[in-house]
C-alpha cells in the first residue's frame, strides 16, 4: 500500500514522469493507523519517502557501445 498502483504514466520525451494517475483503491498510502500487540494504545506510522541516484559503473552501462579499458 506504500507505493500504491498507478493506473496510468505520463512521461515527456526524455524520460521524465511529468504526472501519474492512480485509481481511487490504489493510491499510496503515507499514513498507517496501528495498535500496539504489547500495551493496546493506538498509534500512527508516517512514511516520509527519498531516493537517491548515481550514474551506473561503465561496464555495466550499455547505453554506448565503447567502454575504456584503462582504469
Keep these: 500500500e506504500l ?3 498507478p493506473a496510468s504514466v505520463i512521461k ?3 524520460g521524465k514522469i ?3 494517475d492512480y485509481d481511487e483503491e ?3 498510502c503515507y499514513e ?3 495498535e500496539c ?3 493496546g494504545k493506538p498509534f500512527v506510522v ?3 519517502l527519498t531516493f537517491n541516484t548515481k550514474p551506473e ?3 555495466l552501462d550499455f547505453s554506448t557501445i565503447t567502454s575504456s579499458l584503462l582504469d
Excluded: Q, R, S
Design 3 to 5: 507505493l500504491g498502483k
Design 12 to 14: 515527456d520525451a526524455l
Design 18 to 20: 511529468l504526472y501519474t
Design 26 to 28: 490504489d493510491e499510496p
Design 32 to 34: 498507517e493507523h496501528f
Design 37 to 39: 500487540e504489547n500495551c
Design 46 to 48: 508516517e512514511a516520509k
Design 57 to 59: 559503473e561503465e561496464e
